[in-house]
């Protein structure tokens, strides 16, 4: 695929073809799939790579993210450059809505996800400071993330629109090293952010639902399928 133009095919959930298969451009793989394309990204890029919006019906491509942390099939957010402070932005695909959120001073966002209803961002926040081993401290943070309705016509990607502003909230509790977070995520059909945490005596699994003052933890006996965990 690094040179070649790769084939895709989309399947229903018990792996039937679904719609005819096509081509997509050569050195491209898919990342994530949205209501407005593929989000495609180079397979040989070294560094942080450039994801591009593609559409798979006329084969043209709408716009390009750099440092892309989180997609769903509405929305795609990436981390700005660092001019002081560091920024993620969140692009509504159907409405052309873009939403800034502002990180805390010396930090950088690693990571994210979109809640299963859109509503909020769980942002793996870097900071500068280290924490156990020389490892950099970590923390997760909610931000809300801002819903229009969508535009009646033209092109909403290209089109100019109001930017609105959000604050991420930190999750009680979540401040670790970065080797102790392994994963994070929000099961189908909840509220609720599941983050997994190992340590060298125990491995836990956090539960926090957006404004709740602290976390719900469990500790996962050891076992041979401790080691990787799957939300359900």
């Not at 990204?41 to 593609?54: A, E, K, N, R, Y």
């Not at 750099?66 to 932005?89: E, K, N, Y």
């Not at 209803?117 to 993330?145: C, E, K, T």
């Not at 229009?148 to 670790?176: D, I, K, Q, T, Y």
């Amino acid at each position: 695929m690094r040179t070649t133009a790769a084939t895709a095919q989309e399947v229903s959930l018990t792996g039937a073809p679904s719609g005819r298969s096509f081509r997509l451009p050569a050195g491209y793989a898919i990342d994530q799939a949205t209501d407005r394309g593929l989000l495609l990204s180079p397979t040989d890029q070294p560094g942080t790579p450039v994801s591009t919006l593609w559409n798979p019906a006329t084969a043209q491509a709408s716009r390009s993210f750099d440092g892309v942390i989180a997609a769903s099939a509405t929305r795609v957010a990436w981390a700005t450059r660092c001019a002081p402070l560091c920024h993620v932005r969140v692009l509504d695909l159907a409405t052309g809505q873009q939403t800034a959120i502002a990180l805390p001073g010396a930090s950088s966002a690693v990571n994210g996800a979109f809640s299963p209803d859109g509503r909020f961002l769980a942002i793996q926040v870097s900071f500068n400071n280290r924490g156990d081993d020389g490892a950099l401290a970590m923390q997760l943070d909610v931000a809300p993330v801002a819903s229009r309705r969508p535009v009646a016509s033209g092109g909403p990607l290209a089109s100019s629109r109001p930017l609105a502003s959000s604050r991420p909230v930190p999750v009680p509790g979540m401040n670790v090293s970065s080797d102790a977070l392994v994963s994070f995520g929000w099961p189908a059909h909840g509220d609720d952010l599941v983050a997994e945490l190992s340590f060298i005596t125990k491995v836990q699994v956090a539960s926090w639902y957006p404004g709740a003052r602290q976390l719900a933890v469990a500790v996962i006996n050891s076992g041979p399928a401790s080691g990787s965990l799957v939300l359900r």
